[in-house]
């Protein structure tokens, strides 16, 4: 089946059946590998995008279901304000040890802060709670987004 969707501000068209996740449009179809498989069940945050701005799980979203959403993946994260400044936040914090985690611990926060700029520690730790870090980086992942948040920087 065929479908045209919005990606990164570039519609695409894609090939594929309904029920395929968005994960594997973007690895197989597009060759957009930022995007990584972790568990494959949206349990662990690894395949995190955004769609329409809030943050979604990759794995467990058929491209079906998609329609005329925008999505965005860690592939456009620098040509945002907020995309920039987590990217530099995180190096700062020295947060990444294997990585793997990270860009879905990215699309995370960018889509926390993009949507709640001055969020509390409480609210920071909700929305990461689903992003699992096998290298138990949640302290310095923390420290990263809280730092962005009190830079004040808003998405524009």
Request: some cysteine; aromatic content about 4%.
């Amino acid at each position: 089946m065929a479908f045209s969707v919005t990606i990164n501000g570039e519609t695409r068209e894609i090939d594929a059946p309904a029920e395929m996740p968005l994960l594997w449009v973007l690895r197989q179809e597009l060759g957009m590998v930022g995007t990584k498989f972790g568990c494959g069940i949206g349990m662990c945050g690894a395949c995190t995008v955004h769609v329409d701005g809030q943050a979604a799980r990759s794995c467990s979203l058929p491209i079906g279901s998609i329609g005329e959403r925008q999505v965005t993946t860690i592939e456009h994260l620098e040509k945002t304000p907020v995309g920039q400044a987590l990217q530099k936040a995180w190096l700062d914090e020295d947060v990444m040890q294997c990585g793997y985690c990270q860009a879905g611990q990215l699309m995370t926060a960018t889509a926390l802060l993009t949507n709640n700029p001055n969020p509390t520690d409480r609210q920071i730790e909700g929305a990461m709670q689903g992003n699992i870090c096998r290298c138990a980086c949640y302290t310095r992942i923390h420290r990263a987004i809280a730092e962005v948040a009190k830079e004040g920087v808003v998405n524009v």
